[in-house]
């Protein structure tokens, strides 16, 4: 079945570990605005692909100039779909096939800030798409890992852009992160395969903040999220396998805000966590449909049973931020929920008269954040 399956115990060496307690108030809420796209109606004979529907929305962008809403459109529709911002269909970019512009599985897509040209994860024809901001195709470009035992998913994972104008996707099956020109020439990687901080299994979502420059990534079978510096050193690692408030199931996306609180994509859990810079859980958004993913060999890309109640999920999936407003893919139901992000700026927030208490639960070894500091 070809769908992203993005796992782990967020290990850290010692030596490395500080613990920190939130000190200020959980004052970040979000709350759903609409949705872009629905699944097909397969109950009537629609079937996936016709304008307007989803299947397994996986990566998420908005053109900036336009607020045209663009979706990866997977599951054999192989498009990248445009809607406009009330949520009607626009256009289709691509189809299935192998050929220049074609898709085998839309993942990740991005725009570059500075030429505004669309780049996109193409997964099982192993490279990374690139279009004018039209959508007229430009190039191809990239080498990724072949399937791993135990993974569903291979290829490039994210694509995000760094101030310098260099371009990082994550290399999701050889456990690093790879960096390219915009023509796509390879000049480096950051990452290798591992628990350790800085390693990795299975770099799912990767975000560059607008503020620091540091790397965001979701180390999906770890579970957990790492920070890194701009040259790649690990200065943050949190997060570990469960469903309470800071554990993960296969974190896949991650988005940074302009206060460099972190989005983080639980999709198992089908919910949204939401973390300040340091790690520090804020609050958390979504609950599961009770629908079951689709199974190996079935020809439906959605959950059963669907439940389209706003903020119930089957996946959280691909996301992007941008202006207060988070875009969060509903994996398994085909559809993109729009949320309201408020509360944001840590500068407004009030701190918390409860601090002596973390310190108390922090001293009993309460575990939570691990900071990793270079020795």
Not at 131 to 152: E, Q, W
Not at 306 to 319: E, H, I, K, M, R
């Amino acid at each position: 079945m070809k769908m992203i399956a993005k796992f782990s115990l967020a290990v850290a060496s010692a030596g490395f570990i500080v613990m920190t307690t939130a000190t200020a108030a959980k004052s970040v809420t979000l709350s759903y605005e609409g949705s872009i796209g629905r699944p097909a109606n397969l109950a009537e004979g629609e079937f996936p692909g016709v304008p307007g529907t989803l299947a397994v929305p996986q990566g998420i962008a908005v053109q900036e100039t336009t607020g045209l809403i663009y979706v990866a459109n997977g599951r054999f529709i192989d498009r990248i779909d445009v809607f406009d911002s009330q949520g009607n269909y626009i256009k289709g970019i691509g189809g299935t096939g192998s050929g220049p512009g074609q898709f085998d599985e839309p993942a990740a897509i991005a725009f570059d800030p500075d030429t505004g040209n669309l780049y996109a994860g193409d997964v099982f024809n192993d490279r990374v798409n690139v279009f004018d901001a039209n959508g007229n195709f430009i190039n191809s470009f990239g080498d990724f890992g072949s399937l791993v035992p135990g993974r569903a998913f291979f290829g490039p994972s994210s694509i995000t852009f760094d101030a310098e104008g260099f371009v990082y996707v994550g290399d999701f099956s050889n456990d690093k992160i790879n960096k390219y020109t915009k023509e796509g020439e390879f000049i480096s990687s950051i990452g290798s395969s591992g628990t350790e901080a800085g390693q990795f299994q299975g770099p799912a979502g990767v975000q560059i903040s607008p503020v620091s420059g540091n790397f965001f990534v979701t180390d999906q079978f770890n579970n957990r999220v790492q920070v890194l510096s701009p040259t790649g050193e690990p200065l943050l690692v949190f997060g570990e396998l469960g469903s309470g408030p800071g554990q993960f199931i296969q974190p896949i996306d991650i988005e940074v805000d302009e206060y460099e609180n972190i989005y983080v994509m639980d999709s198992i859990n089908s919910r949204v966590q939401v973390f300040d810079k340091n790690g520090n859980f804020l609050t958390q958004f979504g609950r599961p449909s009770g629908g079951r993913p689709p199974q190996l060999g079935e020809p439906s890309p959605y959950g059963n049973p669907l439940d389209l109640s706003p903020g119930v999920f089957n996946w959280t999936a691909g996301s992007y931020y941008s202006n207060s407003t988070l875009y969060v893919g509903d994996f398994f139901q085909g559809r993109v929920q729009v949320l309201d992000v408020s509360g944001q700026d840590p500068a407004a927030s009030t701190p918390e008269p409860s601090s002596v208490l973390g310190l108390i639960a922090l001293m009993l070894g309460v575990t939570g954040v691990a900071r990793v500091r270079k020795s």
